[in-house]
């Protein structure tokens, strides 16, 4: 059985940068409590290695973000590569807390871009994920932001200023976004299009597209992860006949192993070692 990687897959820069923005912290304030307000990027893997580094992750799913600062009182707080809205942002640093940003700066950017069109009188349709920590920061920006997470969702809009941007979290769909921006068209065919997926989501899943005649396709990374979900939503759309988004190498069914080829792909936070493991594993077989 041949085993093929499909390039790129994998870290992306604003993933990496995020670890070692808390690795640094935690070298740098050895003795310091450090917490991360939600997992720092969606894997819990690289939550556990952060862990064992005395980083702690606060669940953002057992408490709120504001409720998580309301009980810290000294420490270094982290906020996650998926962004923070400003609201929350102040009330630590308010509190006084040494806060540390490890936002993507693509997250950032986005986030730029709506502020701008804001100030000039638009309103925005955001295409995002419910109760995502990206999204959640941006909607958090003001009530002229519409949050939409599917293709009916624009049927429910009900928007009269004719200034309108559409704009998306940065690791969306492309395939659902170019549908999305065609039904949205259709409603507002004056709105203003900005694609904000990210390069590095762009091209994991324009890699995936191109996979010619594809059988098997292993998608590695936590099932928390939307840009690991939305490649396994490509395959799918591509064509390939079975898709599966496993955390690691042990979720292979190797009853599923009867084909000639079989390609792996990973999402943007997962760490190499889990990758590679996967990769042996097949290869082994
Ligand atoms: S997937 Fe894109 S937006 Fe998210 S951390 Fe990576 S580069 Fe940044």
Known sequence: MNVIRVIPSGYCKGVVNAIELVKKTRSEYPLEK?????????????TRELENLGVITLDDSIKSKEEWIDEIDDGIIIFTAHGIS???????????????????????????????????????IYLGKNNHPEANAVISISKNIHLITKIEDVNDLNIKNEKLILTNQTTMSSLELKEIIDEVKKKYPSV???????????????????????????????????NTNMLKEIGIKSG??????????????????????????????????????????????
């Open 192 to 226: 203003l299009v900005k694609n904000d997926i990210c390069q590095a989501t762009s091209s994991r899943q324009k890699a995936i597209m191109d996979l010619k005649d594809a059988h098997l396709l292993y998608i590695v990374g936590d099932i928390k992860s939307n």
């Open 86 to 124: 400003d609201s929350i942002k102040n009330k630590a640093l308010n509190k006084g807390l040494f806060c540390v940003d490890a936002t993507c700066e693509d997250v950032l950017k986005t986030k730029d871009l709506i502020k701008d069109y804001l100030n000039k009188g638009y309103e925005v």
């Open 34 to 46: 450090i917490y991360i307000l939600g997992m720092i990027v969606h894997n819990s893997f690289v």
């Open 240 to 285: 390939i006949d079975k898709v599966e988004l496993i955390s690691d190498y042990t979720m292979i069914k190797d009853e599923d192993l009867t084909v000639d080829t079989v390609y792996v792909s990973a999402g943007a936070s997962t760490p190499p070692k889990l990758i590679n493991e996967v990769i042996d594993y097949l290869r082994n077989k």
